[in-house]
């Protein structure tokens, strides 16, 4: 089974709108990390947001937050006013705590194009 | 925050021979080390950790001759193609784990290395 599914391949989303992407994940771990990564065209990984297992509040970063629903399994992403410049695949990842070297585990990405 | 280099940032090469990544860790020491491989359109995939002093550790499915790793540095690992062929041509990207002390243990990601075997 899947550990991390993102379920959206691609969107596309206004300009100055807001954009969720999904992410649902599964584990039996009840330690683990949520990270959403974003890499535009040039390829590098850039690192967005991070939700902790026991965090009781949603992660927020700028216009970057995290809807963290435990219950569900779900760490979607929330983007308010997109720009331009959001335009890239986004990755949602899983660290869990019994994983051998403490590895992340990625989704399939969400490739996200932001139009004027 | 932390900051990672690859190099070469791409690279070209004739089918059979071999082709060196490095991966350094410019501002922190890490004792491990993550190479990722990505195709076209696809999600990254872990091929090995690499553990300062240590053998790596292979994801399942990647030949570890074919795929060498050596962490001979806190800040230093790399990663070998031993005889490339065209299926290898990938952006290969490596991460180095920093121990923050906490629960978060930050991962940063090197900018990556394009591969193209000819």
């Known amino acids: 089974a899947q550990k991390i599914t993102q379920t959206q391949p691609g969107m596309f989303v206004q300009e100055k709108e807001a954009v969720t992407l999904d992410c649902t994940y599964d584990?039996?771990?009840?330690?683990?990390?949520l990270f959403w990564y974003k890499q535009p065209s040039s390829g590098e990984m850039i690192f967005l947001i991070y939700?902790?297992?026991?965090?009781?509040q949603n992660a927020t970063e700028g216009r970057y937050s995290l809807n963290f629903q435990k219950a569900r399994k779900s760490a979607n992403l929330v983007i308010s006013a997109s720009q331009l410049g959001d335009s890239a695949m986004y990755f949602c990842a899983m660290r869990e705590r019994q994983a051998a070297g403490n590895k992340l585990t990625f989704g399939g990405g969400t490739r996200v194009l932001v139009k004027p | 925050g932390a900051v990672v280099s690859q190099h070469p940032s791409w690279v070209i090469c004739k089918s059979g021979t071999s082709v060196k990544i490095e991966c350094r860790s410019l501002?922190?020491?890490?004792?491990?080390m993550f190479w990722y491989r990505q195709f076209p359109k696809q999600s990254l995939m872990l091929m090995a950790t690499?553990?300062?002093?240590?053998?790596?550790?292979?994801e399942q499915g990647v030949e570890k001759d074919k795929f060498l790793i050596n962490h001979a540095s806190l800040t230093l690992s790399t990663l070998t193609v031993t005889s490339a062929h065209p299926e290898d041509s990938s952006f290969y990207i490596c991460s180095a784990r920093y121990l923050s002390g906490g629960d978060y243990n930050e991962q940063f990601f090197g900018p990556g290395t394009r591969l193209t075997v000819l």
């Open positions: 584990t039996s771990d009840q330690s683990y990390g």
């Open positions: 501002d922190f020491q890490a004792t491990t």
């Open positions: 939700q902790g297992s026991y965090d009781e």
């Open positions: 690499s553990n300062e002093g240590s053998k790596a550790t292979y």
